[in-house]
């Protein structure tokens, strides 16, 4: 069994900071990409940010200059700083976690459960 869990997140106000982390555990010896996504309510899933295995970084524009993603291979743990956000950054932020299976030509997708991050103005 794989387990992914964030935490993290909870109320700030707009122009505030919060970091949300995420952990996998169980039955995963490689990680190649961990990420962070956001959905509200009647809206689809959106990527935040992401980071590979060796370091290679993607950010949603509306996050640019304002959240970094950072992780720890040996504790497959990824971090989110969230800074000077936004009501609009309001949302559940699920964690994702992705292995590549070269030899088999399989990936296999984890998702945390989410947590709730809600920017007031």
């Known amino acids: 069994q794989v387990q992914v869990v964030e935490s993290g997140g909870g109320l700030a106000q707009a122009g505030g900071s919060l970091r949300l982390s995420c952990a996998a555990s169980?039955?995963?010896?490689?990680?190649?990409?961990m990420g962070w996504y956001r959905q509200n309510p009647g809206k689809r899933r959106e990527l935040v940010a992401d980071?590979?295995?060796?370091?290679?970084?993607n950010f949603a524009d509306s996050v640019k200059g304002r959240f970094t993603i950072s992780r720890d291979g040996a504790k497959k743990t990824v971090y989110l700083q969230m800074n000077g956000l936004k009501p609009e950054d309001t949302g559940v932020y699920y964690c994702?976690?992705?292995?590549?299976?070269?030899?088999?030509?399989?990936?296999?997708?984890?998702w945390g459960q989410g947590t709730q991050v809600t920017v007031s103005s």
């Open positions: 994702k976690a992705i292995s590549i299976y070269l030899s088999q030509g399989t990936q296999v997708t984890y």
């Open positions: 169980g039955n995963i010896s490689i990680i190649n990409v």
């Open positions: 980071i590979t295995s060796g370091g290679s970084t």
